[in-house]
């Protein structure tokens, strides 16, 4: 497994187990199980996603010690005017007393208050690492002028239809780490897997396309965590840091770029309304 390293030497697992819609109480447990077979050991959640109680059922009986894996939930923001209870639901429910990183998801409501409490959190040690989700530059530079501890990452869309090159350079500017989510699309495009670029390189590799499209973002030091419930696209999303592209390769595919995420950025006020009006 390769890392990338925070701003407080935590090392992140280049490639994780994303659970977004992993809920049913069989299949969800098999796949993250398949996962941990594969070599996974970093698993991403949220409170949000309804399957806390899953994962940490899952984990704890994988097998593997807990100071091997490395666990991210996610702050629900309908949660950050007093986050600390359902942060407390988040610990009992995955099973562990400290996780690994903690995110506040989405930079809506209070969430400069829910980022105190993480603070706090990360200064007792129950919490290895902070970060943010769907923070747009601006957002992020402003909480960073604002807080005592600056994000330790930031998670976002990436993907070969919407790579983030402008939004990449004040990450950087301001050393702030990326995790790209849904890194083969938003419920999987398979439009991306067939363009011709992606094709070439899969044949050259003797690889996937889904694996040439992760292997992509990881070649730029971007941790992915993709999620799959089939057990050959887990092992084969996994299996994605033993070749590298070529600087052509890399040029190409660079051109699919459409810079429009499919969930919508954090500042679009349909996509606003959208999440608030849902009732989870």
């Given at each position: 497994m390769e890392f990338i390293v925070l701003s407080n030497n935590v090392k992140v697992p280049l490639v994780?187990?994303?659970?977004?819609?992993?809920?049913?109480?069989?299949?969800?447990?098999r796949a993250i199980l398949d996962a941990i077979k594969a070599g996974y050991r970093l698993f991403d959640t949220a409170q949000q996603y309804g399957n806390e109680k899953l994962v940490g059922e899952a984990l704890s009986e994988c097998g593997v010690p807990r100071e091997e894996l490395f666990i991210t939930t996610k702050l629900h923001f309908?949660?950050?005017?007093?986050?600390?209870?359902r942060l407390e639901k988040s610990f009992k429910d995955l099973r562990t007393d400290y996780l690994d990183l903690v995110i506040i998801h989405w930079p809506f409501g209070n969430y400069y208050n829910a980022w105190r409490v993480l603070e706090d959190y990360y200064k007792k040690g129950k919490i290895?690492?902070?970060?943010?989700?769907?923070?747009?530059?601006?957002?992020?530079?402003?909480?960073?002028?604002?807080v005592e501890i600056k994000p330790m990452i930031n998670q976002i869309e990436i993907n070969a239809y919407c790579q983030r090159k402008e939004d990449i350079e004040w990450y950087k500017k301001f050393d702030v780490p990326l995790q790209a989510y849904s890194p083969l699309g938003h419920?999987?495009?398979?439009?991306?897997?067939?363009?011709?670029?992606?094709?070439?390189a899969a044949k050259a590799h003797n690889k996937t396309p889904a694996q040439v499209l992760i292997r992509y973002i990881t070649q730029q030091g971007i941790s992915v965590i993709p999620k799959s419930s089939n057990e050959k696209r887990i092992k084969e999303n996994f299996d994605t840091l033993d070749f590298s592209l070529s600087e052509e390769e890399m040029n190409a595919i660079s051109?699919?770029?459409?810079?429009?995420?499919?969930?919508?950025?954090?500042?679009?006020?349909?996509?606003?309304?959208?999440?608030?009006?849902?009732?989870?």
């Amino acid at each position: 497994m390769e890392f990338i390293v925070l701003s407080n030497n935590v090392k992140v697992p280049l490639v994780g187990f994303g659970t977004y819609k992993v809920n049913d109480p069989v299949e969800g447990k098999r796949a993250i199980l398949d996962a941990i077979k594969a070599g996974y050991r970093l698993f991403d959640t949220a409170q949000q996603y309804g399957n806390e109680k899953l994962v940490g059922e899952a984990l704890s009986e994988c097998g593997v010690p807990r100071e091997e894996l490395f666990i991210t939930t996610k702050l629900h923001f309908k949660v950050f005017d007093n986050p600390i209870p359902r942060l407390e639901k988040s610990f009992k429910d995955l099973r562990t007393d400290y996780l690994d990183l903690v995110i506040i998801h989405w930079p809506f409501g209070n969430y400069y208050n829910a980022w105190r409490v993480l603070e706090d959190y990360y200064k007792k040690g129950k919490i290895r690492a902070i970060g943010v989700s769907n923070f747009e530059p601006g957002r992020l530079i402003d909480l960073i002028k604002n807080v005592e501890i600056k994000p330790m990452i930031n998670q976002i869309e990436i993907n070969a239809y919407c790579q983030r090159k402008e939004d990449i350079e004040w990450y950087k500017k301001f050393d702030v780490p990326l995790q790209a989510y849904s890194p083969l699309g938003h419920g999987s495009h398979p439009e991306m897997q067939q363009e011709e670029a992606v094709i070439n390189a899969a044949k050259a590799h003797n690889k996937t396309p889904a694996q040439v499209l992760i292997r992509y973002i990881t070649q730029q030091g971007i941790s992915v965590i993709p999620k799959s419930s089939n057990e050959k696209r887990i092992k084969e999303n996994f299996d994605t840091l033993d070749f590298s592209l070529s600087e052509e390769e890399m040029n190409a595919i660079s051109k699919l770029d459409k810079k429009t995420p499919s969930v919508g950025r954090s500042e679009d006020p349909i996509l606003v309304e959208r999440l608030y009006a849902k009732n989870d």
